[in-house]
């Protein structure tokens, strides 16, 4: 498996600069849907409490780090969908399951277990603000990377 996202597909469909593009186009989305994510938090204060894992409570430590995880989603992005994300809308809705997912993950599972609380499954109503910002997340980095997918190609086209 590694060495099919290394090397490309078995039938040489893909090549290496191809999956430079798509890390690329899925590392830029990624960031720019971390400074949409980021803003939406800001707005409800709920980034004071990521930044408690950089044991720093302020809202840059928390904006710059869900920045970060913006970029690493997206990077995921990129390796999930590949070439398919430039064409197919149903990549839209995988980066609505990752939106999902990295909900799930960050704010419902992982935050409040590494700071000593209960997770919220009796109640996960109290993160359905933060779900929206996550869709949004997951939706700017699918559109994000048809974006810059596109714009690669054309590059491409022109040389």
């Not at 990521?50 to 720093?56: D, E, F, P, Q, V």
């Not at 990549?91 to 209960?118: D, E, F, N, Q, R």
Request: hydrophobic letters at 55%; glycine letters at 12%; proline letters at 4%.
């Amino acid at each position: 498996m590694l060495s099919i996202l290394i090397t490309g597909l078995p039938d040489g469909s893909d090549n290496l600069a191809s999956y430079r593009e798509r890390l690329r186009a899925g590392v830029l989305s990624g960031f720019i849907a971390g400074v949409v994510t980021g803003l939406i938090l800001c707005g409800m204060w709920m980034l004071p409490a990521l930044a408690l894992h950089a044991t720093r409570i302020d809202l840059f430590t928390g904006f710059i780090l869900i920045v970060v995880v913006g970029g690493v989603l997206g990077l995921v992005y990129g390796l999930v969908v590949g070439r398919a994300g430039e064409q197919d809308w149903s990549a839209l809705l995988v980066g609505l399951v990752l939106g999902a997912a990295a909900w799930l993950a960050m704010p419902v599972l992982l935050i409040p277990l590494t700071l000593g609380l209960s997770p919220p499954y009796m109640n996960p109503q109290l993160h359905l603000s933060s779900l929206v910002a996550f869709l949004v997340q997951g939706l700017t980095i699918s559109l994000g990377y048809r974006y810059f997918i596109h714009r690669a190609d054309k590059k491409e086209s022109r040389l």
